[in-house]
């Protein structure tokens, strides 16, 4: 597994959890020159962007999500994280984190965390 994404779990609604995705030393030397983001797939939905940061740090996020889930990244650490915040059940969802590098031509998915949002 190139992505490991952990975090997942189940809260209340208003409630808070925070992912993590850690890549593998396979990847190492892209991670800093790659696009991060998280997508998430609910039962019976189509996987949708849920936030993305770039290379200079640009983040953009999906309609639903502005204003309470944020990403970040540590280069340092190879890791990238969203930390979501005043969650709702319409959050519920397998969230899988995702690095892209046109310089080496990689679109690599983690293996996705279950989110799931109670009422």
């Known amino acids: 597994v190139q992505l490991q994404a952990s975090g997942g779990g189940l809260a209340q609604t208003g409630g808070s959890l925070r992912l993590s995705c850690k890549a593998a030393?396979?990847?190492?030397?892209?991670?800093?020159?790659?696009?991060k983001a998280w997508y998430r797939q609910a039962p019976g939905k189509q996987r949708e962007l849920v936030a993305q940061?770039?290379?200079?740090?640009?983040?953009t996020y999906g309609d639903s999500v502005k204003g309470r889930f944020t990403i970040s990244r540590d280069n340092n650490k190879k890791m990238v994280y969203l930390q979501m915040n005043n969650l709702n059940p319409e959050d519920t969802g397998a969230y899988y984190c995702n690095l892209v590098s046109s310089s080496y031509n990689m679109n690599v998915w983690g293996q996705g965390t279950q989110v799931t949002v109670s009422s």
């Open positions: 940061i770039a290379t200079d740090g640009t983040t």
């Open positions: 030393r396979s990847i190492l030397s892209v991670f800093s020159s790659s696009i």
